[in-house]
């Protein structure tokens, strides 16, 4: 696997523990976030979506590499 991809696997799962840890941040039973303005609150959430939007663009890429690999070797 060429250098590249392998820098994009390893940046999904960063971006998976990262997200794992603000997704429990947010939605665990910490006073912390509780006691949190609403708008940084808000801005906390949108960031946890577009992180995941972001790791389904990631896999999406991860998918496409295995189709070129395989579609590679069928050219052969």
């Known amino acids: 696997m060429p250098p590249h991809q392998v820098r994009v696997i390893e940046e999904l799962w960063q971006l998976r523990d990262r997200l794992e840890n603000l997704n429990t941040f947010i939605n ?5 976030f509780a006691s949190l303005e609403e708008g940084e609150k808000m801005l906390l959430r949108l960031q946890a979506t577009h992180m995941a939007d972001y790791a389904d663009v990631l896999e999406s890429r991860i998918a496409a590499f295995s189709l070129s690999t395989v579609s590679a070797g069928i050219k052969q």
């Open 28 to 32: 665990g039973n910490g006073v912390i």
